[in-house]
């Protein structure tokens, strides 16, 4: 709908980094993915500026961790790593894996965005050699049965509104033993980290292990960190003093219209 609202004279857009963050998360547990190597070329493999650029025209950041910037707990430090095609083949050498290996990407069925990000992903795979194919799912099914149940393919969506705006409420769901979010991981260190911040009343240090868990998590490649969408408007121009909300909750009060 962006288009038609741009091209009415009588409106306008108000866009904003919201809470929501995607990911295609790798299932660390089962086939070429259990390997870290593999799972950084998948991430080398990707050029997601472009996707970004093309399929959201340009209406969500990239992300290094599963959090936008917005989040109690991002580090503006934490570098993503980089397209790099030739850098992902040679990784995808080192781990042993030839050309013409199969993943499976399960995604939901009703997320249209998705499914055409995932198609442009599965394209860039391609190109490093691996082939991918999509298994759509509905909704519920992928929630409740597929993700929390360890079933999944080689890799899996993930869509997550950190509405808090605290890495924790993320982080926790998503990387702590037994966590119906984590079927795969079970890491001690990454426990510890998780449980060591949540008693602390001291803002900069629960800041800081929140970052290091950002990192650690990175550094394993748990996932396929994709995008943090913008949350978007569309406002007629006789709307004054609107701010657009990064959580959907609009304030109205001082707000006129002419």
């Known amino acids: 709908m962006l288009p038609v609202i741009q091209n009415d004279s009588k409106l306008e857009i108000a866009s904003v980094p919201g809470p929501t963050v995607d990911a295609l998360r790798f299932n660390t547990r089962d086939g070429i993915t259990a390997d870290p190597r593999v799972r950084k070329a998948i991430i080398m493999a990707i050029d997601r500026a472009t996707i ?5 025209v340009g209406q969500a950041v990239e992300i290094t961790s599963f959090q936008g910037a917005s989040s109690f707990g991002y580090d503006p430090e934490l570098k993503a790593l980089p397209y790099d095609p030739e850098g992902a083949k040679k990784l995808l050498a080192e781990a042993g894996v030839k050309p013409g290996a199969t993943i499976q990407i399960d995604i939901r069925g009703n997320d249209t965005t998705m499914n055409e990000v995932s198609q442009v992903i599965a394209s860039y795979l391609q190109m490093v050699g691996i082939t991918a194919t999509l298994k759509p799912y509905e909704t519920n099914v992928l929630l409740n049965d ?3 149940q360890g079933k999944t393919g080689a890799m899996f969506e993930q869509k997550w509104g950190g509405w808090t705006f605290d890495f924790d409420n993320t982080a926790y769901a998503m990387y702590h033993s037994g966590e119906k979010w984590n079927p795969y991981e079970k890491d001690a260190t990454l426990d ?3 449980e060591s911040q949540r008693p602390l009343t001291d803002r900069a240090e ?3 292990i929140l970052k290091e868990i950002g990192k650690y998590v990175a550094d394993k490649a748990l996932e396929l960190p994709l995008y943090n969408s913008n ?3 569309g406002i007629s121009k006789r709307v004054k003093g609107f701010v657009p909300a ?13």
């Open 231 to 233: 949350a978007i408007y």
């Open 146 to 148: 597929i993700i929390p």
């Open 192 to 194: 510890k980290l998780l």
């Open 52 to 56: 970004i650029k093309s399929i959201l």
């Open 206 to 208: 629960r800041e800081k």
């Open 246 to 258: 990064p959580d959907n909750r609009i304030k109205l009060n001082e707000v006129t219209v002419e």
